[in-house]
């Protein structure tokens, strides 16, 4: 027990003894401590002071270098402030200089204005006295003397236009008629055109006057149902084998006689056969009609056409215009303006498409409204004909202007093949009424004393009087005479006036 307790204490003393010696070492450790952290306090003390007095020591240094360079820029910013001042007050004083020029010159100008104004008004004192004399002198007014003055001078204008108008005319016909007989004398010369004219009846040959009865039926029921499907007038007369055939319309005319010539050829003339043929030969006219067309189109040679053009066209095989077959006009004029358009070196294919055509219409009149020359320039537009084609067509008889060279010789072609020898026929009262206006145009014009008319109103002969007409008026008159021809009459192809004075003749072609 004792020795527990012995052993106790000990271990008591020796704890005590062990926290004694821990907490003397603790101590002195944090005494230590303290020291260091003194010392260290003390180092970061004076490191903070130097720095501190490192960087005032530079910011003092900036400040001055910043205050240097600021005042070096106040400086150079003045002097350019002082160089402006002195550019502003230079100029100042230039402008003082030039508004005491300007007042001056201002004041002169004043100066002279005074003055021209009392020349001014010497001047006019002066020109009215001077014309108070003249009119003194003369004995005219000032408004007479005018009036004399331009009557005289319209009098030597008058003679002196006339004189070059004669001049220029002179020169321009001589060449222009030149070329024109050589262009169309070679157009004319190509082209093969046939003389013959047609007219609106159809003769049938008949093997026998026997069959005249069988034509006409009994009671005529035969020759009515002809002339009802056909639309025909059947002329049977006391001409010996022979049927005549009337019509306007050439297609319905055609029909007839090959309905008429196959009845005769099969010998049954009855109302049922004359319908069974009837509808065989418009079946084949149709196919003709568009034959034509087509042959029509090759022998033009300007290219391709809508279908509906070329059975428009074949149906112009069976139109007439004066007894003068219009396919065939048509085919001519393509050739001659053609011809006509390479010689000028202008558009072949446009000439030769609008004259291939220009006459459609022709077989469309009696279906609808308007000239023939507008119809054919609406169907060409309708079937893509180019604006260059449909204006050559409208124009060729001047619904229209022409302003194309195309156009030109598209009208000049069309005179050309209507007016040429046989190619048209004209009942003698049209002829002689056409004349009898031709003379009286020229005759109604004061001077003249004879008109004739000569070569088929293709010239006109105005004789004047010589102490009333002078050569300068003569040409006037010429050409006065020529525009109302051309205003007020139609005629075919080109008339040619010629005023007769005394020996000498001065004509315009028109």
Aim: aromatic share 4%; proline share 2%.
């Amino acid at each position: 027990m004792l020795v527990v307790i012995g052993i106790a204490i000990g271990l008591a003393v020796g704890a005590g003894l062990a926290f004694l010696s821990l907490y003397a070492f603790a101590g002195s450790r944090l005494a230590a401590a303290r020291r260091t952290r003194q010392l260290l306090v003390t180092d970061a003390r004076r490191e903070a002071e130097a720095f501190k007095r490192e960087a005032q020591i530079e910011a003092r240094e900036e400040a001055v270098r910043l205050r240097a360079e600021i005042e070096e820029e106040v400086a150079s910013r003045r002097a350019e402030t002082l160089k402006i001042e002195e550019r502003i007050l230079t100029k100042e004083e230039e402008l003082e200089g030039k508004l005491t020029e300007l007042t001056r010159r201002e004041q002169g100008i004043a100066d002279r204005e005074g003055h021209t104004k009392e020349l001014q008004e010497e001047l006019k004192g002066a020109r009215d006295a001077q014309q108070a004399e003249l009119q003194r002198i003369s004995g005219m007014t000032v408004n007479e003397a005018k009036a004399h003055l331009l009557e005289r001078s319209e009098e030597l204008i008058r003679h002196e236009l006339a004189r070059f108008v004669r001049q220029a005319e002179e020169e321009a016909r001589g060449e222009a008629k030149r070329r024109a007989r050589n262009l169309v004398a070679d157009a004319l010369q190509r082209v093969a055109a046939n003389h013959a004219s047609e007219t609106t009846v159809s003769l049938i040959e008949l093997p026998s006057d026997d069959t005249k009865g069988r034509i006409i039926g009994r009671e005529g029921r035969n020759i009515r149902a002809i002339e009802h499907l056909t639309g025909v007038d059947v002329i049977i007369d006391d001409t010996p084998q022979a049927v005549v055939l009337s019509s306007f319309d050439g297609i319905r005319r055609e029909v007839a006689k090959l309905t008429l010539t196959k009845l005769i050829e099969d010998g049954r003339i009855h109302p049922a056969r004359i319908e069974e043929m009837y509808y065989q030969s418009k079946a084949e006219i149709d196919e003709v009609i568009r034959q034509a067309g087509e042959q029509a189109v090759f022998e033009a040679n300007c290219g391709e056409l809508h279908e509906e053009l070329v059975k428009i066209l074949g149906r112009l095989r069976f139109r007439t215009s004066y007894g003068q077959n219009v396919l065939k006009h048509t085919l001519e004029v393509v050739h001659l303006a053609g011809i006509m358009a390479a010689e000028l070196e202008a558009s072949v294919k446009t000439a030769k498409r609008a004259a291939l055509l220009h006459d459609v219409g022709k077989a469309l009149t009696h279906e609808m409204e308007g000239s023939h020359a507008l119809l054919s320039a609406q169907f060409a537009r309708r079937y893509g004909e180019s604006p260059a084609v449909v204006h050559a067509i409208e124009a060729h008889h001047y619904e229209v202007e022409p302003q194309t060279v195309e156009a030109v010789l598209l009208i000049a072609a069309d005179a050309i093949s209507a007016s040429r020898p046989g190619a048209r026929g004209e009942s003698l009262e049209q002829y002689i009424k056409r004349l009898e206006a031709l003379e009286e145009v020229a005759a109604r014009h004061p001077g003249v004393e004879k008109v004739y008319a000569l070569q088929a109103g293709r010239e006109i002969r105005v004789l004047v009087k010589p102490k009333e007409i002078d050569d300068d008026a003569a040409v006037l008159l010429s050409h006065e005479i020529a525009r109302e021809v051309e205003d007020q009459l139609e005629y075919p192809g080109q008339i040619k006036v010629t005023v007769i004075r005394e020996s000498r003749a001065v004509d315009y072609a028109k």
